[in-house]
């Protein structure tokens, strides 16, 4: 097998940072596919790059020809292929004219309806240059980005428009046209740094031409660089740059030649809350904020340039202009906002709609409000002091009022921050100025938990009401359309109840809600609460999935008894614990599906009567469970979940002599049918306080 360098760069305008990183994941996800379904052969690593102008593929070592292919095919009856005397007839001929090998070459293969033609057929692999002008078109089209353009004649949708595609196979062009441009040997260097065509011969000189005219294509090691960069001007001044990793792949997927230069901003800003001033720099400008050594903000910032400029101190000037512009804004805004209380603001909010159906934000905020209390008072006992529920409809009230400051209209991004800064200058209670930025956290997957009891309450309180009101108006979330984050709320409730380790009912949580929401909607509360909990179940299903247990164990727990979140992963843990260790696991579980089988189609409830007894494995079966099932529900009320699965272990062989010894479904006599169902029901009971054991694929 002869191997070949394959290089090809897509040049684009400026594509956006945000976009970048996924964009070169899916690329070299796709190039993959490609290669392997087309059956080419790699003996290097293929590896993608992307810059805001490029995106690239390399591989040193894509084989010259596609792999051959065996192909087999029936065709046939042998019955019908050959005369009496064996003679092939007209199709036997036909099969092996359109397979293109002689009749003689055919076989014969005994399938379970009997004789049948067979064929084998290589197929020759075709020239890798030519698959790759066929696929790699469909290959650029197919990247997926969060939005795409289109731009002057041309129809087909990409990120940014084409500006030209080096494609090449050992050197030579691999012919194909991509969104009206054809590809060729030419590529282009830095946009400023950079003149003239440029004509590299191979995946080396492609490289070297890259270096040579200030274009980084490594995404990973233009990161590294502005790392490097930024942390060496903000020590030039005796500071530290903000740790910001999110800040650093921005601006390395902001430019392809990086530089820096640390600039600064008048002392007078720095009575700006320092949420404030970072956001301002940071969202806005891309700028490192820089600390001091006491980790006091100084009125310093860091820029990241896509050039290495003559004359540094202009590029700062520039930078300095621009930020104090900003800053004195974001000056003005504050100014202005305090000059209303917060709570003040409260009454704006009826101007604000949260979701047609739903009401305004200031109807949402009264919802939660009264959830909130309710919760508190369910968490934090019946005991709780007055004082403390106060505190608690004072936070809820409090955490959406600064949605109508103009310091957060300006910058979205500090909704929360903004009410905790202003909550703070007015004198409010630590824990309720904390409150109004915790009960946003986490704001994704994987952010931290609220550290404040009451944060975490009005958290729960508001996705909540979130989360049922649009159930209750058809909101649901469908395949990836969630417009109002309902996944995501739903696994903020479940990881802040795992957390807190509280004792409240899933179910009574979210009747409350739609309870408290039925007073200015009409609801159907039954049908949408069992359609919640079952969305919450779901994403409770796929956190443990992400987290590593296993499906089946996962299952078995959660279609039984889901109501206590604190509950669920100490009984996963503890039968996977039992699952793992016990040499009984199997025998039992083979015998709590046998009764859930029998019990699969009687939904109605029986009684056991002792009278009705009539074979000894009837009676032993229900003296073992009596002796049992006060000590297995004691250890599942002290969470032994482990210690209650090996005292169900004794019911394993009387079960199993019961089957053995009785006919469960007895035609003739339905009273003593009906026994028996009931004794099994008893059973079945017993076994899923812990888990569903038909579950398990056994």
């Given at each position: 097998?002869?191997?070949?360098?394959?290089?090809?760069?897509?040049?684009?305008?400026?594509?956006?940072?945000?976009?970048?990183?996924?964009?070169?994941?899916?690329?070299?996800?796709?190039?993959?596919?490609?290669?392997?379904?087309?059956?080419?052969?790699?003996?290097?690593?293929?590896?993608?790059?992307?810059?805001?102008?490029?995106?690239?593929?390399?591989?040193?070592?894509?084989?010259?020809?596609?792999?051959?292919?065996?192909?087999?095919?029936?065709?046939?009856?042998?019955?019908?292929?050959?005369?009496?005397?064996?003679?092939?007839?007209?199709?036997?001929?036909?099969?092996?004219?359109?397979?293109?090998?002689?009749?003689?070459?055919?076989?014969?293969?005994?399938?379970?309806?009997?004789?049948?033609?067979?064929?084998?057929?290589?197929?020759?692999?075709?020239?890798?240059?030519?698959?790759?002008?066929?696929?790699?078109?469909?290959?650029?089209?197919?990247?997926?980005?969060?939005?795409?353009?289109?731009?002057?004649?041309?129809?087909?949708?990409?990120?940014?428009?084409?500006?030209?595609?080096?494609?090449?196979?050992?050197?030579?062009?691999?012919?194909?046209?991509?969104?009206?441009?054809?590809?060729?040997?030419?590529?282009?260097?830095?946009?400023?740094?950079?003149?003239?065509?440029?004509?590299?011969?191979?995946?080396?000189?492609?490289?070297?031409?890259?270096?040579?005219?200030?274009?980084?294509?490594?995404?990973?090691?233009?990161?590294?660089?502005?790392?490097?960069?930024?942390?060496?001007?903000?020590?030039?001044?005796?500071?530290?740059?903000?740790?910001?990793?999110?800040?650093?792949?921005?601006?390395?997927?902001?430019?392809?030649?990086?530089?820096?230069?640390?600039?600064?901003?008048?002392?007078?800003?720095?009575?700006?809350?320092?949420?404030?001033?970072?956001?301002?720099?940071?969202?806005?400008?891309?700028?490192?904020?820089?600390?001091?050594?006491?980790?006091?903000?100084?009125?310093?910032?860091?820029?990241?340039?896509?050039?290495?400029?003559?004359?540094?101190?202009?590029?700062?000037?520039?930078?300095?202009?621009?930020?104090?512009?900003?800053?004195?804004?974001?000056?003005?805004?504050?100014?202005?906002?305090?000059?209303?209380?917060?709570?003040?603001?409260?009454?704006?909010?009826?101007?604000?709609?949260?979701?047609?159906?739903?009401?305004?934000?200031?109807?949402?905020?009264?919802?939660?409000?009264?959830?909130?209390?309710?919760?508190?008072?369910?968490?934090?006992?019946?005991?709780?002091?007055?004082?403390?529920?106060?505190?608690?409809?004072?936070?809820?009230?409090?955490?959406?009022?600064?949605?109508?400051?103009?310091?957060?209209?300006?910058?979205?991004?500090?909704?929360?921050?903004m009410g905790r800064e202003y909550a703070r200058l007015e004198g409010y209670p630590a824990d309720i100025c904390l409150s109004i930025y915790d009960h946003y956290l986490p704001v994704r997957a994987g952010d931290s938990l609220p550290e404040s009891e009451i944060g975490a309450i009005v958290g729960l309180a508001d996705r909540m009401d979130t989360?049922?009101?649009?159930?209750?108006?058809?909101?649901?979330?469908?395949?990836?359309?969630?417009?109002?984050?309902?996944?995501?709320?739903?696994?903020?409730?479940?990881?802040?109840?795992?957390?807190?380790?509280?004792?409240?009912?899933?179910?009574?949580?979210?009747?409350?809600?739609?309870?408290?929401?039925?007073?200015?909607?009409?609801?159907?509360?039954?049908?949408?609460?069992?359609?919640?909990?079952?969305?919450?179940?779901?994403?409770?299903?796929?956190?443990?999935?992400?987290?590593?247990?296993?499906?089946?164990?996962?299952?078995?727990?959660?279609?039984?008894?889901?109501?206590?979140?604190?509950?669920?992963?100490?009984?996963?843990?503890?039968?996977?614990?039992?699952?793992?260790?016990?040499?009984?696991?199997?025998?039992?579980?083979?015998?709590?599906?046998?009764?859930?089988?029998?019990?699969?189609?009687?939904?109605?409830?029986?009684?056991?009567?002792?009278?009705?007894?009539?074979?000894?494995?009837?009676?032993?079966?229900?003296?073992?469970?009596?002796?049992?099932?006060?000590?297995?529900?004691?250890?599942?009320?002290?969470?032994?979940?482990?210690?209650?699965?090996?005292?169900?272990?004794?019911?394993?062989?009387?079960?199993?002599?019961?089957?053995?010894?009785?006919?469960?479904?007895?035609?003739?006599?339905?009273?003593?049918?009906?026994?028996?169902?009931?004794?099994?029901?008893?059973?079945r009971s017993l076994f899923e306080s812990i888990a569903d054991f038909s579950r398990f694929s056994i």
């Amino acid at each position: 097998m002869r191997y070949a360098e394959l290089l090809l760069e897509i040049g684009t305008e400026e594509i956006p940072s945000g976009y970048l990183e996924n964009g070169v994941r899916e690329l070299r996800s796709l190039a993959e596919t490609c290669l392997k379904e087309n059956r080419i052969e790699t003996e290097d690593e293929l590896q993608t790059f992307g810059t805001p102008r490029r995106l690239i593929i390399i591989c040193r070592a894509v084989s010259e020809t596609q792999k051959d292919l065996v192909m087999e095919i029936t065709g046939p009856p042998k019955s019908v292929a050959y005369n009496d005397e064996g003679i092939p007839t007209k199709a036997a001929l036909g099969f092996a004219r359109k397979q293109g090998i002689p009749v003689e070459e055919l076989e014969c293969i005994n399938t379970s309806k009997g004789e049948y033609l067979y064929a084998r057929r290589r197929v020759r692999g075709e020239h890798t240059i030519n698959i790759l002008a066929r696929e790699l078109p469909k290959l650029i089209a197919t990247i997926p980005w969060p939005k795409s353009m289109r731009w002057g004649s041309i129809d087909i949708p990409f990120v940014r428009p084409v500006h030209w595609v080096l494609a090449l196979l050992n050197g030579e062009v691999i012919q194909f046209e991509f969104a009206g441009v054809r590809s060729g040997k030419i590529t282009w260097g830095h946009r400023f740094m950079s003149s003239g065509p440029l004509e590299p011969k191979n995946i080396d000189g492609y490289l070297k031409v890259m270096e040579e005219n200030h274009v980084i294509i490594d995404q990973h090691e233009r990161k590294q660089i502005v790392t490097r960069l930024v942390k060496k001007a903000a020590e030039g001044i005796g500071g530290r740059p903000a740790r910001d990793s999110e800040l650093i792949s921005t601006v390395a997927n902001l430019s392809e030649y990086p530089s820096a230069v640390c600039g600064s901003f008048d002392d007078d800003f720095l009575d700006i809350p320092d949420p404030v001033l970072i956001t301002a720099m940071k969202k806005h400008q891309k700028y490192f904020a820089v600390y001091d050594d006491k980790d006091q903000l100084m009125p310093n910032f860091v820029a990241v340039n896509n050039t290495v400029t003559r004359d540094e101190s202009i590029v700062k000037k520039g930078h300095e202009r621009v930020l104090r512009a900003r800053l004195s804004d974001a000056s003005f805004f504050f100014k202005e906002d305090m000059k209303q209380p917060l709570m003040d603001r409260l009454e704006s909010l009826k101007g604000v709609i949260y979701q047609a159906d739903l009401g305004t934000s200031f109807k949402k905020v009264q919802r939660f409000t009264r959830l909130t209390e309710y919760v508190g008072e369910k968490v934090l006992g019946e005991k709780v002091p007055k004082e403390k529920l106060n505190d608690l409809s004072l936070a809820a009230k409090l955490s959406k009022c600064d949605l109508v400051t103009q310091m957060v209209m300006e910058f979205p991004d500090l909704q929360g921050v903004m009410g905790r800064e202003y909550a703070r200058l007015e004198g409010y209670p630590a824990d309720i100025c904390l409150s109004i930025y915790d009960h946003y956290l986490p704001v994704r997957a994987g952010d931290s938990l609220p550290e404040s009891e009451i944060g975490a309450i009005v958290g729960l309180a508001d996705r909540m009401d979130t989360i049922t009101g649009c159930f209750a108006i058809g909101l649901e979330p469908t395949g990836s359309a969630d417009p109002f984050a309902l996944r995501r709320n739903a696994l903020a409730i479940i990881r802040i109840m795992e957390d807190m380790k509280w004792e409240l009912s899933l179910k009574d949580f979210i009747l409350k809600s739609l309870s408290i929401l039925s007073e200015d909607l009409e609801v159907e509360i039954e049908s949408v609460c069992l359609k919640v909990i079952n969305f919450f179940r779901e994403r409770y299903r796929q956190m443990m999935l992400r987290s590593g247990y296993e499906s089946d164990l996962v299952e078995a727990v959660i279609s039984v008894k889901f109501d206590r979140i604190d509950q669920l992963r100490n009984r996963i843990e503890q039968l996977r614990r039992f699952a793992s260790g016990s040499k009984d696991f199997h025998a039992l579980a083979l015998t709590i599906k046998r009764v859930a089988n029998i019990l699969k189609k009687e939904k109605k409830p029986f009684v056991v009567n002792t009278d009705l007894f009539k074979e000894k494995s009837e009676s032993r079966l229900w003296e073992t469970y009596c002796a049992l099932k006060d000590d297995v529900y004691s250890c599942i009320e002290k969470a032994d979940y482990y210690q209650a699965l090996n005292l169900m272990t004794g019911l394993r062989k009387p079960v199993d002599d019961f089957f053995d010894g009785v006919e469960v479904m007895i035609k003739d006599n339905i009273a003593l049918r009906s026994n028996r169902i009931g004794l099994l029901q008893h059973l079945r009971s017993l076994f899923e306080s812990i888990a569903d054991f038909s579950r398990f694929s056994i």
